[in-house]
């Protein structure tokens, strides 16, 4: 009985564990994502990608909240008067029916709390201002008494865009590598204090991106192959060239050689004729000249 046992738990674990796969994940997303005080109320949303009887919320070290509804729903919403004991990271999974198996979990989100108790943080930025397309800019970020990890914010940005643990004098260097029209905005620092990682400062003072556009670097590797190009037109003109210079020089030579036969044939082929003229024709004492034509042709 036992292995029999043993092998109906298993195949009852493989079925859950297929049909949990087979079953697209979920979303989480929190509603205000940032800026969150002690008392202030969240929303909590479980975006399902398939209509669900019962969704559950998650988290981290902690007990899980249950949400079922007779109807069921596309999305899920969970809200929070927001304590200490509330900060942390959250997940949710759904069950399409109340005999099926649940979903994997969705990926985290952070809930934390903004602590005003924490001076906020310095921010410069280099070049400043207004900058060409593809430069390089360098966000800092700084505090002298508080900062383990710093972050970085975009305005109009539900999540911080970057994150560094700070340096050993409270600094933290961003380096944003070849902007582009997309990054102009306004930037602002954060930074959540040694030993809690859920507990944040107030967004600190600002710095305006304006990045202007340019006309794109000429492409090094077409430009490379352009000037092949330019260079193998240059050599086949120049044989063409070649070619008809000396074909012409060759027909010049040709036809100078050529006249110079034919005069020398029509000068042996006179001689000829005035001798066989002179033996052959007698004067005729009516006419006081002879006149003899001699034509001269070349074969």
Not at 45 to 57: F, K
Not at 77 to 83: A, D, M, N
Not at 94 to 102: D, F, L, N
């Amino acid at each position: 009985m036992a292995p029999m046992a043993v092998n109906l738990i298993l195949g009852w674990w493989l079925v859950a564990a297929s049909r949990a796969q087979q079953l697209p994940r979920p979303s989480l997303s929190l509603h205000p994502s940032q800026g969150v005080s002690l008392g202030d109320n969240v929303t909590l949303r479980c975006h399902l990608p398939r209509l669900a009887a019962r969704v559950w919320l998650y988290q981290e070290g902690g007990w899980p909240y249950k949400k079922g509804k007779k109807k069921d729903q596309d999305m899920a919403e969970f809200f929070i008067s927001t304590l200490r004991e509330h900060v942390g990271r959250y997940r949710c999974q759904y069950q399409v029916s109340w005999s099926e198996e649940a979903s994997e979990k969705s990926d985290p989100v952070e809930l934390v709390l903004t602590d005003l108790r924490y001076p906020p943080s310095s921010i410069s930025l280099h070049p400043e201002q207004h900058v060409g397309t593809g430069t390089s800019v360098t966000i800092r970020c700084w505090n002298k008494d508080y900062g383990s990890t710093f972050l970085l914010h975009k305005d109009g940005s539900s999540d911080p865009l970057k994150h560094q643990n700070s340096s050993g004098g409270g600094t933290a260097t961003f380096t944003l590598f070849g902007v582009t029209p997309a990054d102009s905005g306004t930037y602002r620092c954060s930074y959540r204090p040694w030993r809690y990682a859920f507990l944040s400062s107030p967004l600190g003072d600002s710095v305006m991106l304006e990045v202007t556009p340019t006309a794109a670097p000429p492409d090094p590797t077409g430009t490379e192959e352009q000037s092949r190009a330019n260079v193998v037109m240059a050599l086949v003109r120049g044989f063409v060239a070649a070619l008809v210079f000396g074909l012409g020089v060759f027909f010049v030579i040709d036809a100078r050689s050529l006249w110079i036969r034919r005069d020398d044939n029509c000068a042996a082929i006179t001689s000829i004729s005035l001798e066989v003229a002179e033996k052959a024709i007698t004067p005729v004492p009516k006419y006081p000249f002879s006149v003899l034509r001699v034509h001269c042709f070349l074969f």
